[in-house]
């Protein structure tokens, strides 16, 4: 069985610690139930909620907020991903008393039937046992999955709080402080782009060179045209391979100045 974690409230955030006598993690603070006794599934609104604010967001204040939300949003799915583990670990119970259960009554039947009739009489307690066992199963592997998806909403919501820490000021000092960051990886980025454009410009011209040569043979440089025909398809070959990685890596830095200037604008709009 895993240990249990330090529980966060989901409405004040503060710090619960699990125990025998509160099943339910009512909060000392202020008294919210962090578990219920019958499940709800955890809702996305919540986190896609969080998403679209986080756009709309202009003022200082409206990011400070922003952020106790985010955490209390965080304590409520890690909550609810702690109560799917209980729920687990007590079908694993079940599961394994049911099993235990139809061990038994295998032996039993054994034990105590003619070997005709265990022939030709299906055992009903044996089958109501395996479809016990079989429909725990089910309702743990529905769990399962459910706690898949809290996973990937956790992860979802942890990029979006990283996002806001990098890119939602909280001060004006935050404000120019991000714009500054931004300013210095643009400046990196073009430094980057001009390097792969002088690289690409290097091979262009090699290429055209060594075209302009192609097809002169021998001591005093004769022209062969059909010598010339393949050498010059060759040097194109050569030369549109030299620059393919290099017009990708172009393309990765385009982008990510496009996307850095989105976040400029975001920034800037910071009061
Ligand atoms: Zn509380």
């Given amino acids: 069985m895993e240990g249990e974690e330090l529980v966060t409230c989901h409405c004040c955030l503060e710090s619960i610690t699990p125990s025998e ?41 409206e990011v400070a907020d922003w952020n106790i939300r985010a955490q209390k949003e965080q304590a ?16 694993n119970k079940s599961v394994a008393s049911v099993s235990g259960e139809l061990e038994a009554e295998k032996k ?9 009739k265990r022939f030709f009489v299906q055992n009903k307690n044996e089958k109501v046992i395996a479809a016990e066992i079989s429909a725990f199963e ?12 809290l996973g990937e909403t956790a992860q979802d919501l942890d990029n979006l709080i990283a996002y806001v820490a990098k890119y939602a000021p909280k001060s004006p000092q935050e404000k120019a402080l991000m714009l500054k960051q ?9 430094a980057k782009k001009k390097e792969a454009n002088m690289q690409m410009r290097a ?3 090699e290429a055209s060179n060594a075209s302009a040569h192609a097809g002169k043979v021998g001591l005093f440089g004769f022209y062969d045209s059909s010598i010339a025909a393949a050498q010059r398809r060759g040097i194109r070959i050569d030369k549109e391979e030299a620059l393919a990685p290099l017009e990708g890596t172009k393309e990765e830095i385009e982008s990510k100045i496009l996307a850095l200037d989105k976040c400029e604008l975001f920034v800037e709009k910071f009061r």
């Fill in 21 to 61: 006598d509160n099943p339910t993690l009512i909060c000392p603070n202020c008294q919210t139930k962090n578990r219920p006794e019958t499940r709800i599934p955890y809702d996305r609104n919540g986190y896609t909620e969080l998403l679209q604010l986080a756009d709309q967001m202009c003022t200082y204040q």
């Fill in 76 to 91: 409520l799915i890690r909550n609810a991903y702690a109560g799917l583990n209980v729920e687990i670990q007590t079908l």
């Fill in 108 to 116: 039993d039947y054994k034990q105590h039937s003619s070997l005709l």
């Fill in 138 to 149: 089910r309702q743990r592997s529905n769990l399962y999955s459910e706690q898949v998806g």
């Fill in 182 to 190: 931004i300013k210095q990886e643009k400046k990196e980025l073009n």
């Fill in 203 to 205: 091979i262009r011209s």
